[in-house]
């Protein structure tokens, strides 16, 4: 069995506007480079289905984003349309700290939904916020994972000079592992899902991250950026009890990138565990 945790889908306008950001942002890096940002098979929802399909994927988790505080509850109910049509999806979705919060959580409880997204970097928020406690302590009440896009601003910085730049300019402090594990004690009801391998572009700080019990790490994106050797690591550092299979497609491919996950130096019982065993168990 095959649950992919970390995918997504876009709306047409939102897939226009995302093409033009894109062709701003990494023009200059070439398609085969892995640290490109760039969309997949188009981005839309028939797109991700055949992608799935394609890949052998027997769940995925569909997961809304929006920086605008305005459209969380139009994403949530668009996610749940989904789900209903398509059983396969298993959908997430999301929540602004600074607008409603309650209010949101209401509805997305209402609507089914089996988890939450944030995404700092995008929804412009430090994991600092005390609105971001606030969002914490109730998804630990009503017993909803959270699943944390990461973002190391260093470790960006270095891979991708000119995005460090552009966060810099921004005032973006990232989603650091220090930040994370500080939510995990706070909150320790709290399942925190650390997207990327819990840090993108900082696998080499991810300290107290590897062993807190609360906090899961995803795989998703880590296809080219992370030797097989290195991710296998991580993978028994934190134990694949605690990591879920992901891809992030439409930003990566799912077929090539299941080919990656496949070709991974590990047992047969690992990689059972992390392709589905940890998502059953999380989800229940």
């Known amino acids: 069995m095959l649950i992919d945790f970390h995918t997504h889908a876009f709306l047409p306008q939102d897939l226009n506007i995302l093409g033009e950001r894109l062709a701003f942002v990494d023009k200059d890096l070439a398609d085969a480079d892995p640290h490109k ?10 797109s991700l289905l055949a992608a799935m399909e394609r890949s052998g994927t027997d769940r995925f988790v569909l997961l809304p984003v929006t920086g605008s505080k305005g459209r969380v509850g139009e994403l949530n109910r668009w996610v749940s349309q989904v789900a209903l049509a398509h059983p396969q999806v298993i959908p997430f979705g999301t929540l602004h700290p600074q607008a409603e919060p309650r209010k949101q959580l209401d509805e997305l409880l209402e609507l089914g ?20 406690g606030q969002v914490c302590a109730m998804l630990a009440g009503e017993r909803l994972p959270v699943l944390l896009d990461t973002m190391h601003s260093q470790g960006l910085a ?11 300019f921004f005032g973006f402090s990232g989603c650091e592992p220090s930040q994370i594990a500080a939510l995990a004690h706070a909150y320790p009801d709290l399942r925190i899902i650390a997207a990327h391998g819990g840090s993108l572009y900082g696998w080499d700080v991810l300290g107290e991250l590897l062993e807190l019990p609360s906090v899961y790490f995803d795989i998703a994106y880590l296809a080219g950026l992370l030797e097989p050797r290195r991710m296998v690591e991580i993978i028994r550092k934190k134990g694949p009890e ?10 990566r491919e799912a077929v090539a990138f ?7 130096p590990l047992t047969t019982g690992e990689r059972e565990q992390v392709a589905a065993g940890t998502a059953l168990e999380l989800l229940g």
């Open 37 to 46: 940002w760039q969309v997949h098979g188009g981005g839309s929802l028939e």
């Open 113 to 132: 939904l089996r988890g939450v997204k944030l995404h700092p970097f995008i929804q412009r928020f430090s994991l600092d916020l005390p609105e971001v």
């Open 158 to 168: 270095r891979a991708k000079p000119h995005v460090g730049q552009m966060m810099s």
């Open 258 to 264: 299941r080919e990656w996950f496949e070709d991974l």
């Open 242 to 251: 605690r990591v879920l299979y992901g891809t992030d497609c439409p930003w």
